[in-house]
């Protein structure tokens, strides 16, 4: 199974809200990250869907610097999904 296939398959998850944000920002972005993003979203969608729903809404603080950016990045990216 390739990389991207495997994190579309983790984007499903138990929450409508984070399956539609996930898979949205995954089959637009996901190209476009760098290795290390690459593996901070394998880490974050490793996470329990009520702790990765606070990371995004920003009620919980990430592990990393480079988590951080990477959910800031998520978030703008349904910001604008949503305006568009």
């Known amino acids: 199974m390739s990389e991207l296939k495997r994190v579309r398959w983790l984007c499903r998850r ?5 399956d539609v944000l996930l898979a949205r920002f995954v089959s637009a972005e996901y190209e476009g990250l760098s290795d290390e993003e690459h593996a901070e979203l394998l880490a974050l969608l ?3 869907d009520p702790d990765l729903w606070y990371l995004l809404m920003g009620r919980m ?4 610097p480079t988590q951080t950016a990477l959910l800031a990045r998520m ?3 349904e ?6």
């Open 14 to 18: 138990g929450m409508k809200e984070l």
């Open 46 to 48: 490793d996470r329990e």
């Open 61 to 64: 603080e990430a592990d990393n």
């Open 75 to 77: 978030r703008e990216f």
């Open 79 to 84: 910001i604008r999904q949503n305006e568009a």
